[in-house]
């Protein structure tokens, strides 16, 4: 006979209850309270509301923080993208103003042939920088150092010493190369210059590069229309003459540094530092937000390390079981890590981007990473809440159970697109641009597998050589086919395979893990009333729960 005794439960004519509970043994109590205690940690916010009444504050935080960090991102984009145009705008009106007949169109083939037209391509950038003030449509003006102009600065690399003869099939060669400059210091020239002007000679033979450097200042004046302070920038200009193939061509190149300061003094009307300080301060709270979900976070996925000790010590003195790693890292959340980790990454962007707002550093770049790859992660972090409507959840869990699979397809197929690509850039980068460096290989290869730019692929193969105008034939069909017919398709197929199992396992009943299937034998609701923190010393209330009476069917 079993040990616990059974009392009824009944509804006198006073509307009085008399129970009928179950008597648990203590062991059997508090196992059931573990169950619990579980059940109520994998609930979803909106149960843990209605079994404690609590808050869903986490959640709440998390919907605030999607507003503030995607206003955050789209603040500091629109400022970027003006200083990106404002960059990229001076750079191509430099190459306008300081390289000879230059066009957009010739950007990437810009080059000399003779040395006359290398003297007279110098000289004109010489004379251009020496006439800026009067002709340039922006406001650029010399960088000063002191009272004295920052000088052009025009160098030029060459081997040490040599003797070549081409015609002789000799050279002698030293490699130490030396290098020799000319200072130009800004003035209005009275005539024009020419190479002989500028008292400088060059050593084609011996010539590896010549550079021309020089710098100018700048003020952005379009933050002022949205009543911003203008930022001050330094571009250090580089003009390259590249002659270290001395194959007759020189290819000609304008690049430039840039920094951005704040400006000294300035005087703006309708424009303060008060916008500045505001964005400041809602960077502030953004990262006290963050901060605050970062600790939230990390407490929640402490609860759920402590939970997984105190369950495995359950199991392990009472069943004399091991619980399995499987089982062990149901209690480790992933969305809590990858809320972690967007939170450190928007942390850290925030920061770097008041730094670059109080003009201190000029890191675009890297505050956008930062900044970009935190909200990205912030926004698929909200597939989690979506994961808690079972209609909704199906693209979160066929990539879950698929991603193993996918990951062993993707190294294996890897290793024959490796091979493609060195196979490649070694037999076909002499006679095609789009294999001339394992990157570029890589990229067309990319192309291929999707079906992009297949027919120029094919058509701009060079026919010099016809044994690997033959072997590009093979490689290219092999290639398209292999990966396109069966890779791509087998691929394909694993997602497929693995939606439609979960789409059976959905109809046939999930199998279940053991802590699943342990945790389900609590059957108790959530508006219970059983899940409430001093449930345990509140007695006189089992008798009146679903469970307690007999059957949840029949109460009456």
């Known amino acids: 006979m079993d040990d616990s005794s059974e009392v009824w439960c009944v509804n006198d004519p006073n509307g009085n209850w008399s129970g009928s509970h179950t008597v648990l043994e203590p062991e059997e109590e508090e196992e059931e309270k573990f169950r619990r205690k579980l059940k109520y940690f994998f609930m979803n916010p909106c149960d843990k509301y209605k079994a404690r009444r609590r808050k869903p504050w986490k959640l709440i935080l998390q919907i605030v923080k999607i507003a503030v960090v995607t206003i955050q991102l789209v603040s500091f ?14 750079l191509m009106a430099f190459r306008h103003l300081f390289l000879k007949n230059f066009t957009e169109s010739s950007t990437n083939t810009y080059a000399v042939y003779t040395q006359n037209d290398v003297y007279t391509h110098i000289a004109y950038t010489v004379e251009q920088f020496l006439m800026l003030p009067s002709i340039t449509v922006g406001n650029h003006e010399y960088e000063k150092e002191g009272d004295v102009y920052t000088p052009l600065r025009i160098c030029q690399q060459f081997y040490h010493n040599g003797s070549i003869s081409p015609a002789n099939e000799t050279f002698d060669i030293d490699p130490q190369v030396d290098e020799e400059c000319l200072l130009i210091y800004p003035r209005h020239p009275s005539s024009r210059l020419s190479g002989q ?125 091991r619980v399995s790693f499987s089982n062990r890292m149901e209690f480790i959340n992933g969305w809590y890590i990858l809320i972690i980790v967007s939170d450190v990454l928007t942390i850290t962007g925030s920061l770097l981007k008041i730094i670059i707002q109080l003009k201190a550093v000029a890191s675009y770049d890297l505050c956008s990473i930062l900044l970009g790859t935190g909200t990205m992660f912030v926004w698929i972090g909200v597939l989690r809440y979506m994961g808690y409507f079972k209609k909704y959840n199906i693209l979160i869990i066929t990539l879950r159970a698929a991603f193993p699979n996918v990951i062993r397809f993707t190294c294996c197929a890897a290793m024959i697109y490796l091979g493609y690509c060195f196979c490649g850039w070694i037999v076909l980068g002499p006679y095609h641009a789009k294999f001339r460096t394992l990157n570029v290989v890589s990229e067309s290869l990319f192309s291929l597998i999707n079906g992009d730019d297949m027919f120029a692929t094919f058509k701009k193969m060079q026919q010099k050589s016809y044994v690997v105008w033959l072997f590009s034939r093979v490689y290219l069909y092999t290639f398209v086919s292999l990966f396109i017919y069966m890779v791509l398709s087998l691929f394909i197929t694993l997602i497929t395979d693995t939606y439609d199992t979960i789409k059976h396992q959905r109809l046939d009943g999930e199998p279940v893990s053991d802590l699943q299937a342990f945790i389900m034998q609590c059957k108790d609701p959530p508006e219970s009333g059983r899940f409430s923190a001093n449930e345990p010393s509140r007695r006189s209330l089992m008798c009146c729960s679903h469970r307690a009476c007999g059957s949840d069917d029949n109460t009456d």
């Open 77 to 90: 984009g629109l400022s970027n993208q003006m200083v990106v145009q404002f960059k990229e705008e001076n």
């Open 197 to 321: 002007t500028l008292n400088f000679t060059l050593h084609f033979q011996r010539l590896l590069a010549v550079t021309v450097r020089f710098t100018l200042k700048a003020i952005n004046l379009e933050t002022v229309q949205y009543h911003e302070l203008p930022d001050c920038y330094v571009f250090n200009i580089t003009i390259t003459f590249d002659n270290k193939p001395h194959s007759g061509k020189i290819v000609i190149d304008l690049d430039n540094d840039v920094q951005i300061y704040k400006c000294r003094d300035l005087t703006v009307n309708d424009a303060s530092p008060r916008n500045m300080y505001i964005m400041v301060l809602f960077d502030v709270m953004v990262i006290l937000i963050l901060l605050l979900s970062l600790f939230l976070c990390m407490r929640s996925l402490k609860a759920g390390v402590l939970l997984q000790l105190e369950y495995t010590a359950f199991f392990s003195s009472r069943y004399s079981k």
